[in-house]
């Protein structure tokens, strides 16, 4: 178990010597730290609350026509979006001290359910 911390200890800090205080354009970019901590945040976050996916993609569905079929199509659709969007919260949890992918960018659009929840299913 200390091994185990002295890695992660040891991971941090060499993220955080990497770090640079600007970008390209010359503008101030944020820190590792916060980057990282947003990365952690948004990956518990989705492990938690992935299973939100099932309604959320049934109100998706459901917008432009209700019916039975696409109540089914939402439900499935939710439930596997609900793997999908645990899984990712699982992965940026235990991968919060790495930088891919891209500059702790989010895994998954939108990066929380509860984003753009009334928007419809792509390509319906």
Known sequence: MKSVACCLLFLVAANLTVAADKNYDGEPIEGHMTLMSRKLIRGVTNAVTGIGEV??????????????????????????????????????????????????????????????????????
């Open 55 to 124: 309604p959320r993609q049934i109100t998706r569905a459901t917008i432009d026509e209700k019916s039975a079929a696409t109540y089914a199509h939402g439900a499935v659709s939710g439930f596997g979006m609900a793997i999908v969007r645990t899984a990712v919260g699982v992965i940026e949890t235990a991968t919060f001290v790495i930088q891919a992918p891209g500059n702790y960018d989010p895994m998954l659009d939108p990066s929380f359910v509860w984003k753009d929840r009334d928007q419809p299913v792509a390509g319906e």
